[in-house]
């Protein structure tokens, strides 16, 4: 659990050097056989203002065996003007890819499938989750843009 605190730490120190215009905050709820909470940071890879690559650290809360557990998670998600998601999340006990929905970068709706990679099979099966993202500064390059006509 130490091993995974300080990576967690280096990721969100490593991330608040990166630019804040193009980083935001998650907070999330998922069901993957089991209540999640999620909490992290996401941070805009590219600059295109029609289709973003979201890539992200996060910790995850949830309750193992009656124990409070915290897991580390790590993202990364594509999305385009359409409002279409395509994701990624990988933590110690499953690996998850993910369909869905983005609202201009600012909440995703989604749903996947969570692949077993621990003998101890924790998270399997079908995934739903909600995910919202909040910008530090005003007028972020992390959220996209409506497009006008």
Known sequence: MKKYSIMFFVLITTAMNAQWDKTAFNIAYRFTGRNVVQAGLEFKANIAREQSLIIGASMLYTSINHKDQFLPEANMYYTNIKGQLLGV??????????????LFNFM?????YALPIHREKYFKGITFGVQFNIAPVKNSAFYDRLKMM
């Open 89 to 102: 999340s990988a933590n110690p006990y499953s690996i998850e890819p993910r369909i869905g929905f983005s």
């Open 108 to 112: 995703y709706l989604n749903t996947g």
